[in-house]
């Protein structure tokens, strides 16, 4: 039975009312439950007692492969393939069932509420970018502008760029758990609390792959495919199939670390397991008189300095990371190959070895003289765009008439502003363009994307 719609007030947290319901969308995706509206479940979510006793279904596990290129050399007179060496990287999923989704995300917001106001307390609320809901209307760009303006501002500067390792994959638990109950301000986790805790770090997950090898079986490669193109199967499997698939292909997460990437609370965890960290890296920063700031597992220091000898480089560098080093037993380790340190000087930009390079933040590029976006975003939306119009030449081949483009130019041209009411990637990268011409140095924004319409109609 439902229990009482009446707002929820749980630790001195923002009650459900301050809530935006209207972000919690029906999903179609298949899984163990079918999916759900919030209007449903909206009071469910809301009462501890029905949560403590709820049922998390385990999650669906996939793995995203990326191939991307790491330097391994700085020698720019070698040959880009023996400067540039391939990585695959993988990158674990782990989707909630529709219900449990909804309880993540709802729990995950209020965590975030909390969040925020703790932040803002204890001076690090400009520190953590990623996974705020208070910074509205903000995104990259402004983000990315922020840094780079700090640092045209200053005549001489180092800046230390780190990435963590496998960042989500080593969150400690006791530490987390700790962390939520001071950002909440309680002692002791309630029953709820507790519960949301205890699933977001002993998950239970089942492989897609099992799933597919079960559904191929059951309704075969041609029907399956029509059962999921028009959303008639709604559910994986009915309850007496799932207790015996759960029997053979169940997992859990028995170690005392690691969160999966991909639940609504997932995310706002990763800022929480960080409060103690980034304080203290800003308290390293201010004695300094440096910028600090954090996206994720990315995080990036601008430390002005008046003399940038090899003394000085290598006694701010080894200080940062004797400060992360500190928290290695918390699961926070650096990603060698990604860390970069690099040295602006009357408007250049140089590496260690003071050699002429640049700074690549959160897909922005600079040399100290111009700003542009990085390569790899274009390319990603030069492959997606030539992909769909690829297909539309497809089908006007078979069909000998005009294929299909209204997608195309509203998803990947200057046509499409206000796809499905927000802008896209070329309205992201004028908004930029207009963005960075503000810094005083040169933004080839504009230029980057200015021949995009003539690039797909050609592939057309």
């Not at 495919?225 to 799932?242: G, N, V």
């Not at 006694?315 to 650096?334: A, D, H, P």
């Not at 802008?423 to 503000?438: D, P, Q």
């Amino acid at each position: 039975m439902e229990q009482s719609n009446r707002p929820r007030q749980l630790h001195n947290l923002p009650s459900s009312s301050k809530i935006d319901w209207s972000k919690y969308e029906t999903k179609y995706y298949l899984h163990f439950d079918k999916p759900v509206r919030i209007e449903h479940v909206k009071s469910n979510i809301q009462d501890p007692d029905w949560i403590a006793s709820h049922a998390f279904l385990p999650s669906i596990h996939f793995d995203i492969q990326f191939k991307k290129y790491i330097t391994i050399s700085k020698d720019k007179s070698l040959p880009v393939s023996e400067r540039k060496e391939k990585k695959k990287k993988v990158r674990e999923i782990f989707y909630a069932a529709h219900k449990d989704r909804f309880i993540y995300k709802y729990y995950g917001d209020l965590l975030n509420h909390a969040y925020n106001d703790y932040s803002e307390k204890n001076g690090i609320n400009d520190i953590a970018l990623a996974y705020r809901n208070n910074k509205r209307g903000k995104n990259n760009v402004d983000f990315a502008y922020e840094v780079f303006d700090f640092l045209f501002r200053q005549e001489e500067a180092i800046v230390i760029s780190l990435d963590f390792t496998k960042f989500f994959d080593h969150i400690d638990h006791l530490t987390l758990k700790q962390n939520i109950k001071t950002v909440l301000g309680v002692n002791k986790l309630t029953k709820d609390w507790y519960k949301l805790y205890k699933n977001l770090t002993q998950f239970t997950y089942v492989h897609k792959r099992d799933i597919d090898e079960v559904l191929k079986r059951k309704y075969g490669v041609k029907q399956l495919k029509d059962l999921m193109k028009d959303r008639s199967l709604k559910q994986i499997m009915t309850s007496a199939e799932y207790r015996e698939f759960k029997r053979l292909h169940l997992y859990k997460n028995k170690k005392p670390y690691g969160i999966p990437q991909g639940s609504g609370m997932s995310a706002v965890c990763s800022n929480v397991h960080l409060i103690h960290f980034d304080q203290e890296v800003k308290g390293w920063a201010e004695k300094h008189q440096a910028l600090y700031r954090r996206y994720c597992d990315d995080l990036i220091l601008v430390i002005p300095v008046t003399d940038v000898s090899t003394n000085t480089l290598e006694e701010l560098k080894e200080e940062v990371l004797q400060i992360i080093q500190g928290y290695n037993c918390l699961g926070i380790k650096i990603q060698e190959e990604k860390t970069e340190i690099r040295i602006y000087s009357n408007g250049s930009i140089v590496d260690e070895s003071k050699v002429s390079s640049s700074l690549d933040y959160l897909g922005f590029v600079t040399d100290g003289q111009s700003v542009r976006i990085r390569e790899k975003s274009l390319f990603k939306y030069y492959s997606r765009a030539y992909r769909k119009a690829d297909f539309s030449r497809r089908v006007s081949f078979v069909t000998d008439r005009k294929g299909p483009r209204l997608k195309l130019y509203k998803i990947y041209t200057h046509l499409g502003f206000k796809f499905k009411g927000r802008g896209n990637f070329i309205t992201y990268a004028y908004k930029a363009h207009k963005k960075m011409s503000e810094l005083g140095v040169k933004s080839l924004i504009r230029q980057q994307v200015k021949r995009h319409w003539g690039k797909i109609q050609r592939r057309l």
